[in-house]
């Protein structure tokens, strides 16, 4: 995948927005499953946080819980303080500047990692798949969703039709076709369903049978470090 700290920055001020619109609403209900895969009431990471929906959905969901957002873009994580503002948990999620494939962090300092539509836009996804693993304790899960192309032979013509025409679509709105045309394109060139887990058996995970919603169009993949 190519570099695409620069696309984030450009789309960050309506990100959210479409992101529901071109969802019905259903991408809030995919983060707080997320949030429920990962099992864990202490210190999770969340990598790719964007404006940070997923760590606050992680540290609504299990008391006690700190989280760590990271994320490249700086207009992502200046949209985020925001909303971390607003939502009431500034005191329970720091946010990080950084990359997926040079975390920086120890060895074994999480006991959880969440990443939600990031791993398809990292420059490298094992090497990102290795750094979580590294910075995991064992007995850690790590919770990945990601869109994918639904298995139905029916649906996933109308599927993809629908978002390669409607996510350029919305974003010309804004002046960000082509931003949003990119991030459409990237869906059916990510490795789908067996390959991505093969991916990540070989970054040391074990990874637990994939979760698809939506009829197939997102799936969370959870895997474990083992002890």
């Not at 006991?111 to 090497?127: K, Y």
């Not at 010309?172 to 490795?191: A, C, H, T």
């Not at 994939?210 to 009829?215: A, F, V």
Request: charged content about 25%; some cysteine; aromatic content about 10%.
């Amino acid at each position: 995948m190519p570099e695409t700290k620069s696309i984030f920055n450009r789309v960050a001020e309506h990100y959210d927005l479409l992101n529901t619109l071109l969802s019905f609403g259903t991408d809030k209900s995919w983060r707080r499953r997320l949030a429920e895969e990962i099992r864990s009431s202490n210190l999770v990471l969340d990598i790719a946080t964007g404006t940070a929906e997923v760590a606050i959905e992680v540290v609504k969901r299990w008391n006690g819980c700190f989280a760590i957002g990271i994320d490249p873009s700086k207009q992502m994580l200046d949209l985020a303080h925001t909303k971390l503002e607003t939502a009431g948990v500034k005191k329970k999620i720091d946010l990080v500047e950084g990359v997926a494939e040079s975390l920086p962090f120890k060895d074994g300092t999480y006991d959880a990692i969440t990443i939600a539509f990031g791993i398809r836009n990292t420059v490298d996804p094992l090497t990102s798949l290795k750094e979580m693993n590294r910075v995991l304790k064992p007995g850690g899960r790590v919770g990945i969703l990601e869109f994918a192309v639904p298995r139905n032979r029916l649906f996933a013509p109308l599927y993809m039709s629908y978002i390669r025409n409607m996510f350029p679509f919305l974003g010309s709105f804004f002046g960000k076709r082509n931003e949003y045309k990119y991030l459409v394109d990237s869906i059916p060139m990510f490795p789908q369903r067996e390959s991505f887990i093969k991916l990540m058996e070989e970054a040391g995970f074990t990874v637990k049978k994939p979760i698809e919603l939506t009829m197939g169009t997102v799936i969370i993949y959870v895997g474990v470090k083992e002890d």
